[in-house]
């Protein structure tokens, strides 16, 4: 059996688990401005990676909360799982484009 | 009034006759009585309403058996309460919470509990499911939503050192829920002696 750390939780069964889809994905600020490409991008074109990828899940049969994982589309592997809105571990050190980190930076 | 009319009237799909034990493995599986239960949403909880803990970390149970309050996640609660309370308690957690936002949901006639108790409990749960419920990962005073083979139920154990679980199921999985912990129950004594 696969064990998911829910960030509220902690190791749960797979099955109490439902995949979201790609995590991180901004939502444009002006979309009248966006051509009908650029939406269409944006809705539905997703990557596919093989290797390291950001999700989203919810632990739909346990305390119904979303979070992000980082898991390894190759070995099924979860690197990581971390609450909404937070920045992954592994990120901290170099990304400085989410909010979080830009928060931290100012303070 | 009419309301608790209604309440009283009541039926209980599985009756209260605890299932029988044909192979003799001190597993005691019996449905609850007419309870009454509220889901409670609040964000930034205090530390109680009406007498009922708030502050308990998520997925464990406060209270005794007549009355207890369940966290189930960051924001949400299970309440389990006697039929007698219930007209009076959402007004009680309203007055306490105040102004602050909350949502109080009578689902007294959407659960059904079952008991479930005795030294082999947690292997004829564990038939459905997934959850380690060893002492160390669900101790007493644990509580969750999680799944008994393909239904959602929410599974408590009460204080004390004696396994005793507590089944909540919806209303239409009730048959299911409970014809499959019997079934389970069968074989948890053939486990035990192999």
Known sequence: MLLIACPYCGNRPETEFRCGGQAHIARPSDPGSLSDEQWAEHLFVRSNPRGVHAERWNHVHGCGRWFNARRDTVSDRFLETYKMGETPQSQKSTSTDSTSTQAEARA | ?194
């Open chain 2, 1 to 194: 009034m009419l309301e608790a009319l209604y309440r009283t009237a009541r039926a209980l799909p599985l009756g209260r006759a605890p299932a029988s034990d044909p192979a003799g493995t001190g597993v005691v599986i019996k449905p609850a009585g007419a309870e009454a239960r509220f889901a409670l949403r609040i964000r930034d909880a205090g530390a109680s309403a009406a007498g009922l803990p708030l502050d308990g970390p998520i997925n464990s149970v406060r209270g005794d058996d007549r009355r207890w309050i369940a966290r189930l996640g960051p924001d949400e609660w299970l309440i389990g309460c006697d039929e007698s309370e219930a007209d009076h308690l959402p007004a009680a957690i309203a007055a306490d919470l105040g102004e602050r936002a909350h949502a109080i949901v009578d689902v007294s006639h959407r659960n059904v509990g079952i008991d479930v108790s005795g030294p082999l409990a947690a292997v004829a749960l564990n038939a459905g499911c997934p959850l380690d419920l060893g002492e160390a990962a669900f101790p007493a005073g644990s509580a969750t939503r999680t799944l008994f083979g393909k239904a959602e139920i929410v599974l408590i154990r009460h204080p004390g050192a004696a396994p005793r679980y507590r089944v909540e199921c919806w209303r239409s999985f009730s048959t299911y829920v409970h014809g499959l912990l019997a079934e389970a129950s069968l074989g948890v004594g053939e486990t035990a002696r192999r």
